[in-house]
C-alpha cells in the first residue's frame, strides 16, 4: 500500500510541476527578470518534475519488491 502511495505522490509532483514552478517564482517577485524569467521558470519546473520521476521511481521499484516477496 506504501508504495503505491509513492508512485502516486511521483505522479501528482509530475503533473503540477509547472504549477508549483509559478508559485516558486514568488521568490523572485521583487527582482527585474525580464530577460532570463523565462529560464528561471523552466529550471524550476524542470527540477519539480526530475523530483516527481524520483519520487515514483523509488515508489515503483519499492513494489516491484514487494510483489517478489510475496
Known sequence: ??????????????FLSSSL???TMFIYDNI??????ETVL????HSYMLIGFIIFSL???????EKKGN
Open 1 to 14: 500500500m506504501k508504495a503505491k502511495f509513492v508512485c502516486g505522490l511521483g505522479m501528482v509532483v509530475i
Open 21 to 23: 514552478g509559478y508559485g
Open 32 to 37: 527585474n527578470l525580464a530577460a532570463s524569467y
Open 42 to 45: 523552466n529550471g524550476y519546473i
Open 59 to 65: 515508489g515503483f521499484v519499492n513494489y516491484v519488491l
